[in-house]
RNA sequence: GUCCACAUAGCUCAGCAGGAUAGAGCAACAGCCUUCUAAGCUGUGGGUCGAGUGUUCGAAUCAUUCUGUGGACGCCA
């Protein structure tokens, strides 16, 4: 149990016995900012103040009179009613052996309850590489992913694929005309299509695979260009992602969503809020809670994305889903209110579904923005920036700000070898702590932690038992950049204790077998944490 | 025009279920390697939390007005 939950537990009792019955959920503990004001903080006799009509202080002094607190060497109260709490040494080293047990699983907890929960990200369209935006949904959407796992959630990856509108059409005769190339004939591609030469590959690919069987036009040799190209669209996608650690579990398409009935079944699920206006279908968003309602028939009889849409969030939730999150770039600001309320037409609340908007990225070389690849002549692909700085930059770097902010990437930072760069300060950190390891793998390790006294010491091991709370709370806040602020701020403190203290020395292996076990924990705790954004902890660098 | 988001150090950003003296990194400046990786460490300076008003014991945090920036407002995805 963590030890905040043990301090509302033991104010609580505290309060019984002053005949004061309190939810245990309004008992705030903080980590106290300042040394001066101890390991832990509660504003609890502040709280009470009004309703018992009586001086903070004199409150807190009650407290501390009922208060039974074992862990702790000091309790203080403080103006204007602040009660402190000062942690005993011991109980702060016995995370030493807490984490060296857990391992790997130290951090994690069963707050998910196993339940299933489904996150939508990257759903490119498969019509050309993964440009900045999408590389950033994908780290963000994996991360968040990595830390629901971590909380005890079921996680479901999935891409969804719009594989069905009018995108397609142009790939298919795109790659029709490229196919055509290839023997000869002098077809261009249509000046509303895909010229990336990429697609000529996949035009040798299916000359490899059907000759020259789809030379002459029929509605068979278009279907094949279009779902062909799509499959190898797709697997070239998935590809980058899987280069880039990403993995999802389920891809969804359009098209099995509307072979599926998906469609006809909003339309008749949703019957009472459907209403027709100037030859269009309109869906009556604004019975819940959107600004304007939404076609979602055009008075050509073809759909809006809207409509598949709704169809395929419903078959998500059918699977059982308790909660689903898109994560979605920033220009679909509008799409949140119109979905949430479409869902809430069956009879779902809106919060299951979060929608994490991901702000824009934009590239930065010698202080200049940098748009176009002088490669390719298009956009930044994502694949070209991995090449660039390579994976476990990227990756750090998109989830270095929250996901609501934009994002300046500085290239020449990312390839920087100093502590100027967050990934190599971080990663260093945890090489620095590999090479003593081997240096002394002759040394039994002390995990009781005993004699930890340095200041550097402290300050790490205090950190460390931070993790598995700061973990909770970026999950439960979707938010992985805290993940890196709580890395950035471990690289710091174990490069102080790397730094003034002596972790080998020979001569004093009583204390070197307590810092070595603190270094063995801390390890753990750095390659742990790298993990969850999808970033290596190196041994030797 | 309507709606939403944002505005914190020179730069990039944390902090915002109200709490103690507003933080971090970078940049700047000054120091630290005969010993485990100096890709590192230590120290210094740097702020009207965009402006005003309100709520309260207490406001960067909540409410409200104003200013500025970005975005969304299609029978687009």
């Known amino acids: 149990m963590l030890i905040e939950e043990k301090l509302k537990r033991c104010l609580k009792d505290a309060l019984a016995k002053m005949n004061v019955d309190i939810d245990i959920s309004k008992i705030v503990i903080e980590r106290s900012k300042e040394k001066v004001h101890g390991d832990f903080a509660s504003n609890i006799a502040m709280q009470l103040a009004r309703e018992l009509k009586k001086n903070p202080l004199l409150i807190a002094e009650d407290i501390v009179n009922n208060l039974d607190v074992e862990s702790f060497n000091k309790v203080e109260i403080a103006r204007p009613g602040f009660i402190n709490f000062f942690l005993k040494s011991e109980a702060l080293s016995s995370i030493i052996k807490t984490i060296i047990d857990e ?71 795109s790659i029709r005309a490229r196919y055509h190339q290839l023997f000869g004939d002098n077809i261009e591609v249509p000046e509303d299509g895909y010229h990336a030469p990429e697609l000529l590959k996949i035009a040798e690919i299916m000359k490899n695979e059907v000759g020259d069987k789809y030379l002459v036009d029929s509605e068979e040799s278009e279907t094949y260009f279009k779902r062909r190209g799509t499959e190898l669209e797709l697997d070239k996608l998935n590809n980058d992602l899987k280069n880039f650690r990403v993995n999802f579990d389920v891809f969804s398409f359009e098209t099995d969503i509307r072979a599926a009935g998906g469609v006809e079944r909003v339309l008749e699920g949703a019957k009472q809020y459907i209403y027709e206006n100037e030859g269009a279908t309109f869906l009556k968003t604004t019975a819940f809670k959107d600004d304007k309602d939404r076609v979602i028939i055009k008075s050509d009889g073809s759909y809006t994305y809207l409509l598949p849409d709704i169809a395929y969030h419903l078959n998500k939730l059918d699977r059982g889903f308790t909660q689903l999150v898109d994560i979605l770039g920033a220009d679909h600001h509008g ?92 990663q260093y950190a945890y090489a620095r702590l590999f090479n003593v390891l081997q240096n002394a793998e002759d040394i039994k390790l002390n995990i009781d932690g005993t004699g930890l006294e340095h200041q550097k010491e402290i300050d790490l091991m205090k ?7 700061e973990v909770l709370d970026a999950a439960l806040t979707r938010a992985p950049y805290k993940v890196t602020v709580y890395i950035q701020k471990l690289a710091s403190l174990i490069h102080g204790f ?30 742990n944490a790298l993990g969850l954004i999808g970033v290596s902890a190196p041994e030797k660098m």
């Open 103 to 173: 391992g790997d699983n130290y951090g994690s907890s069963t707050y998910g309850e196993n339940k299933p929960i489904n996150v939508e990200f990257v759903s490119a369209n498969p019509t050309g590489d993964l440009h900045l935006g999408h590389a950033r949904g994908a780290a963000i959407g994996d991360c968040i992913c990595r830390l629901y796992s971590k909380i005890g959630y079921n996680v479901t990856r999935e891409f969804y694929v719009n594989d069905a509108g009018n995108q397609i059409n142009v790939l298919g005769r």
């Open 463 to 469: 950190h460390l038992s931070l993790y598995q709370k």
């Open 335 to 426: 799409y949140i209110d119109r979905m949430k309320s479409s869902l809430e037409m069956f009879g779902y609340p809106r919060s299951i579904l979060e929608i994490e908007l991901i702000q824009m990225v934009r590239l930065f070389k010698n202080a200049e923005e940098y748009k176009m690849s002088k490669r390719t002549g298009n956009a930044i692909a994502m694949r070209e920036l991995c090449e660039e700085v390579g994976v476990d930059a990227v990756r750090y770097f998109f989830v270095n700000r929250a996901a609501s902010a934009h994002l300046d990437f500085d290239l020449d930072l990312a390839k920087e070898s100093s502590s100027a760069n967050p990934v190599y300060y971080a």
């Open 498 to 527: 790397y730094t003034e203290c002596r972790l080998l020395d020979r001569n004093n292996l009583e204390l070197t077998s307590s810092r070595l076990a603190l270094c063995k924990a801390s390890m753990i705790v750095l390659k």
